[in-house]
């Protein structure tokens, strides 16, 4: 089972791989007001490592023509937890986003990747990209 796991993580380079006893932290979407109309997002992925610190995976996502594409993407390893509020800060400040534009999904609040997938099934039942 974890060869099929590692093998569909590793489809989608906008998410980390999760190895055994791993799990998500958060997702910090950022959607500026001055670029809704284009159907921008800047997208940050996190994943806590065995050690607390955390994988972070950073891209833009605009939908073109109803169809999503994602570009410039970023990889960070062994950040802080305590780090990831200067990152966030200084995104915000790079996309031009006020604080209503920002959404935190905390998935640190579960135990198992299980919990954490149960979750995001039920909350966006259209919208699987996330789905770990």
Do not use: C, W
Not at 90 to 116: C, G, H, R, W, Y
């Amino acid at each position: 089972m974890k060869e099929e796991k590692t093998s569909e993580y590793m489809a989608d380079q906008y998410l980390p791989e999760i190895n055994e006893g791993e799990k998500m932290y958060k997702f910090y979407i950022f959607r500026p007001h001055a670029r809704k109309s284009e159907n921008f997002e800047y997208r940050i992925v996190t994943k806590e490592m065995l050690d607390g610190k955390l994988e972070l995976i950073s891209y833009n996502f605009e939908v073109i023509n109803d169809v999503p594409h994602k570009y410039s993407i970023t990889r960070a390893k062994e950040i802080t937890k305590n780090k990831m509020n200067e990152i966030v800060e200084k995104v915000m400040k790079m996309t031009e986003s006020a604080i209503n534009e920002l959404e935190e999904i905390d998935l640190s609040v579960f135990d198992t990747i299980e919990e954490q997938r149960k979750f995001l099934e039920k909350r966006d039942k259209e919208n699987k990209e996330y789905f770990i």
